[in-house]
Structures are given as structure tokens and as C-alpha cells.
């Protein structure tokens, strides 16, 4: 049995830079993987590379045991792999329909109506609707643009539509970082609802306690290598912060 | 409010203010559409020729020509982008029209050439598509400004124009031309008026209802997330830019029906025109809002202090500074509400 998601012996350079040195690690169905690790850990290039922006130096990434390669980030999407990047990608003035259908948009039935590109507002409203009641989020009204929505309801958004149209991986970048204490909740438990699909989550975060909340398993980047690999009663915050400052020391995991 | 009863009235709160945000963009459209009323009740007890036939049949003649340019920057703007081409766009659209009707009867014209006209009429339309297309293909592809592109082929289109012909409009054209735009339906409906109308409709649904205006919106609102989502954002960029050019040429061929020639100054002033009718229309500069009856609104509006103010014996310099009043007036109006209503 394969993992979902898989990189093996990743590095990636830019320049003389070595931002990857060759990682591993790996993502199951339904599990919620923390990346956790210092500024320029190599936490963004590992994102980048998953999410089809950029390509690795060397190394695989694996998705159900199949080397896949993305050329673009369009690639990766369609592959089953979303990213929500921090700035959400949202356009503001255009109602949660419209974003969460962005590019997906149900056209009528007949064939005057496909050949015009006429909406299926209702149908679109009504799916979108039904997603965001699925996944608990407290978005008022689907009609409401999303620049009206709060900090929080906005992240359930982004995640909710990736997390509709992709499937297989959802790449988070920080995604509570703007976010007052009850509405990180919120986005934690939507983590959670997600990865009980069966979603392979990944996590990046700066927020320890975060991980410690949502996370089955957390890897601790450290200098362009994995220097942790903590799960369980090993998941602890000290552990976290003592292989992300170094303190403490390890090889792969 | 306490931290315990916050948790019960969050829902209701939140309700009350969904309803009411999603409550502005009707009132914006409203409280325009009733400045346009009023202006309308304001001139006809001002002067006891504004609500008449010969009135409304000069307005109207105004207006389409406005309006039809007005569209196509609605979708523009909508886009986050501007066409300041467009009244150019027209001027030259019209003369090249006219220019391929001589060149086709090289001699006196006759009364009724219908092919002739046709593929006159063919050809403005087609020369402002080409000029839409260059403009959507340096915005999308060479990334260029749109201010900056628009403003090189407002010069461009200006400078073809009067090539043409020396600078001259060009009157030997088929009768028929004229006799096709002073047709009038009822004694109320010119036809170049009727196809406006039947254009913006389509154009307002098409903004409002189908994928193209909401890729349109979301350009403009937000180009990065609509990258991100897999849209071919140049590909609609480029149908856009094309879309305004291609209502300039059909703008210039009702110009040249109803003057019965081909002139390259007769969208001069309409450029500035369409695009304060957009803005008092309620479209954002910033892109992301706005709606077709809002331009009409606005398109109205202007018309009607165009040729309101001459019927109540005011010198018709004010106009434009009327124009430029209201203009000023709406968005400020606009920006203050949102300011209000809005909960950052």
C-alpha cells in the first residue's frame, strides 16, 4: 500500500542556494501531516514544488506510487493536489458562488445555453450551499461578496473549494495565521472535517499549537533536510521546538 | 454585548447584515436610476419642449451612439482595465466604413445599393474590431497598460482617420445609408435605436449570466486568483478589448446612417462621454463591479443634461461642465456609502 503523497530524496537549488537537500516523507489518506520549521527551513520550496509552481533539482514526488511531474500548478490541480497560499486567491467583490465555482462554473442544460456560456445560478448556489453545510462552515449567505465575509469564514472558503475540487491533497500555507482565536478553531476543525473525507492534508504553520491540535504527524524541516519526524506522544511542543531551533538533533526519520 | 449572548446573536446579527450588504448594489443601481427620474421630472417642468417626440427622438439619437460605447467600456472597466480609444476607434471605423463604400461605386452613388452598403457597414464594423483586438492583444500579451496602450491607438485610430481622406469626412455614399438610419418604427423608434437596445440587452445579460461576464468581474477583481484557477485570462482579455472595438465600429456605422457620411471627428466627444456614463453607472475603475443598466442609467443621465440644459435657454458650454459635476458627484456619493456600509 502506497502512501497518497510521497517525496523521496528532494533538493532543489537556486543558484548556489540549497533550499532543498534531499527530503523525504510521506502523506496518508485521511491523515493531517504538519510541516513545521524555521524561516528558510525550505518550507515554501517544498509547497512550490508540490503545488507544480516550480521543479525539484532532483528527487520524486510520488502520488498514489506514480512519479508525476508538474509543469504547472494547473498540472498539479488537476492531478488532485490544491493549494491555499495565504492570500487566499479570492476575488472580493464577487459572491461566494462565484469564488467557489471560479473556473468551474455549471452551464444550463440545453444546447443554446452551453453554447452562450449561460449560468446555472441557481444549480451553483444551491451545490455551494450544500458544500459549505457539509463542512460545517458559517458562511451566512452564498450571495454575500466575500470581501464581506469575516477573516475566517473567508479561509473556510478557500479551503472548502479546494477541498471540494480536488479530492486526493490539500497543501495549507499558514492558514491561521490573520485569524482571532475563535476562528482558527473554526478553520481547525474544517482541517479536520476535510481530512475525514479521506483528504491527505498537509499542513505548514508557524502556529505550534496548531499542529499539536490538528496534526497526526508533524516533520521538522530544518537547514533543507527533514530533522524530525514526530507523531504520537513524541508530538509534543518542546520536541517541535527543540528540532526546529536545533536544539535537538536527528537524521531522517 | 457580553461574551455569553454574543454566541446566540451572532446568527441573527450576521443574517441582517448579509441581507443588507447584499441589499447595496440594488440601492446603488436605484438611488442613480432615481437621480434620472429626477432630472427628467427637473427639465420637463423646466422647459415645455423636453417631454416631447422631437425631443426624445434628439436625445435617443444622442445617446445610442454614447451607449453603444458605454457597453463595451462597462465590460473594459468591469476587467480592471480602460478604452480610451473608443470615440477614435468610432471616428475611424466610420470613415474606413464610408471610404470602402466609395472605392466600391467609384463614381456617383446610386440611390440603393444594398451590397454596397452592406459590406460598407461590414467594414467599420470589422475595422473596430481590429482595433479591439490590437489593443486586448498589447493589454494581455505584451502586458502593457491599458491607459497606456488605449491611449497610443486613440492616436493611432485618429491619425487613420483622417488619412483617409485627407482629414475630410467622406459624403459620396450610397443614399441608402441615410435612408436606412433615419428609419423610424412608430414615430417613436429609429431604428439605430432599436439596435441599441436589442444590443444592450444582450450585452447586459451577457455580463450579468454567463460565464464570459463572470470571468469578465473576476479579471478585474482579482487577475491572480482567476490565474490560479486554470482561466485563460489573456484569451478573455483579448475577447473584451475586442468586444468594445466591435461595438465602436457598430456605433459609427449608426453615426454615418443618421449623418449620411463618413466623418473621422464624430466620436470625439463620445469618449469621455461613455466612459463617465460607466462610472456614474456604478462601475468601479478598480474593476470587479458593475452592470449594464447601470451604464444605461448613466448613459441616460448624460443624455439628458446634454440636451435638457439647451431647453432651459442655458449656454450649451455648461454641459460638459455638468457632465464633469455629476460625474465627480456619483462617485464621491458612492464612495461615501461604501465607506458606511462596508464593515472594514
Given at each position: 500500500m502506497s502512501a497518497r503523497l510521497a517525496v523521496r530524496d528532494l533538493t532543489k537549488h537556486y543558484g548556489g542556494v540549497q533550499a532543498l537537500q534531499g527530503v523525504t516523507l510521506h502523506v496518508e489518506a485521511g491523515e493531517v501531516l504538519g510541516v513545521v520549521g524555521d524561516n528558510g527551513a525550505g518550507k515554501s520550496t517544498m509547497l512550490k514544488i508540490l503545488s507544480g509552481a516550480v521543479f525539484p533539482s532532483s528527487g520524486q514526488v510520488l502520488l498514489d506510487g506514480q512519479p508525476v511531474r508538474f509543469a504547472t500548478p494547473a498540472a498539479a490541480h488537476d492531478a488532485g493536489i490544491a493549494t491555499v497560499y495565504q492570500d487566499l486567491a479570492l476575488a472580493g467583490q464577487r459572491d461566494v458562488v462565484a469564488n467557489f465555482f471560479l473556473g468551474r462554473e455549471t452551464l444550463s442544460g440545453n444546447w443554446l445555453a452551453r453554447r452562450v456560456g449561460w449560468l446555472d445560478g441557481r444549480a451553483m448556489a444551491a451545490h455551494t450551499v450544500s458544500e459549505l453545510d457539509r463542512l460545517h462552515t458559517r458562511i451566512p449567505d452564498v450571495h454575500l461578496a466575500s470581501r464581506d465575509l469575516s477573516g475566517g469564514q473567508r479561509q473556510a472558503l478557500a479551503i472548502a473549494r479546494a477541498a471540494a475540487w480536488t479530492g486526493k491533497v490539500l497543501l495549507l500555507d499558514?492558514?491561521?495565521?490573520?485569524?482571532?482565536v475563535e476562528q482558527q478553531e473554526q478553520v481547525l476543525d474544517l482541517i479536520r472535517r476535510v481530512s475525514a473525507e479521506g483528504i491527505a492534508v498537509i499542513l505548514i504553520s508557524h502556529q505550534m499549537p496548531d499542529v499539536l491540535r490538528v496534526c497526526d504527524r508533524a516533520v521538522v524541516l530544518r537547514l533543507g533536510l527533514v530533522a524530525a519526524n514526530l507523531s504520537g506522544t513524541d508530538l509534543t511542543s518542546e520536541n517541535l521546538i527543540g528540532y526546529i531551533t536545533g536544539a535537538m538533533q536527528g537524521g531522517q526519520a | 454585548m457580553t461574551g455569553t449572548k454574543a454566541g446566540t446573536q451572532a446568527p441573527a446579527v450576521a443574517l441582517h447584515h448579509a441581507l443588507w450588504l447584499r441589499g447595496r448594489a440594488a440601492v446603488r443601481d436605484l438611488w442613480i436610476g432615481g437621480v434620472l427620474l429626477a432630472l427628467i421630472v427637473a427639465f420637463g417642468i423646466g422647459s415645455p419642449y423636453f417631454l416631447t417626440r422631437a425631443n426624445w427622438l434628439n436625445t435617443s439619437s444622442t445617446a445610442t451612439e454614447v451607449l453603444l460605447l458605454a457597453v463595451g467600456e462597462t465590460f473594459v472597466i468591469c476587467a480592471g482595465g480602460i478604452d480610451l480609444s473608443v470615440g477614435a476607434v468610432l471616428g475611424f471605423a466610420g470613415t474606413a466604413g464610408a471610404w470602402v463604400m466609395t472605392q466600391l461605386v467609384s463614381g456617383a452613388p446610386t440611390g440603393a445599393s444594398v451590397g454596397v452598403v452592406a459590406v460598407g457597414f461590414a467594414a467599420a464594423v470589422a475595422a473596430g474590431g481590429a482595433f479591439g483586438l490590437a489593443n486586448g492583444f498589447l493589454v494581455a500579451w505584451?502586458?502593457?497598460?491599458p491607459f497606456v496602450v488605449t491611449l497610443g491607438t486613440l492616436g493611432i485610430a485618429t491619425g487613420f482617420g483622417y488619412l483617409l481622406n485627407n482629414g475630410q469626412e467622406i459624403s459620396a455614399i450610397p443614399g441608402s445609408v441615410a435612408t436606412f438610419g433615419n428609419t423610424n418604427l412608430g414615430g417613436w423608434v429609429p431604428v439605430p435605436v432599436l439596435i441599441t437596445a436589442v444590443i444592450t440587452i444582450w450585452c447586459g445579460l451577457l455580463l450579468a449570466k454567463t460565464r464570459f461576464g463572470a470571468y469578465t468581474l473576476s479579471i478585474g477583481d482579482s487577475r491572480e486568483a482567476v490565474v490560479r484557477a486554470g482561466i485563460n485570462d489573456r484569451r478573455y482579455l483579448l475577447e473584451i478589448y475586442t468586444l468594445s472595438g466591435i461595438l465602436a465600429g457598430v456605433a459609427s456605422v449608426l453615426v454615418m446612417a443618421r449623418l449620411g457620411a463618413g466623418s473621422p471627428d464624430s466620436g470625439a466627444t463620445d469618449n469621455l462621454n461613455a466612459i463617465a456614463a460607466v462610472v456614474i453607472g456604478g462601475a468601479s475603475l478598480f474593476g470587479g463591479r458593475g452592470t449594464i443598466i447601470g451604464s444605461v442609467i448613466g448613459t441616460g443621465i448624460i443624455a439628458v443634461l446634454l440636451t435638457g440644459l439647451v431647453l432651459i435657454n442655458v449656454p450649451p458650454f455648461w454641459q460638459e461642465v455638468a457632465v464633469g459635476a455629476v460625474l465627480i458627484g456619483a462617485v464621491y456619493i458612492d464612495q461615501l456609502r461604501n465607506r458606511k456600509t462596508s464593515r472594514k
Open positions: 499558514e492558514p491561521t495565521s490573520a485569524l482571532g | 505584451a502586458g502593457i497598460p
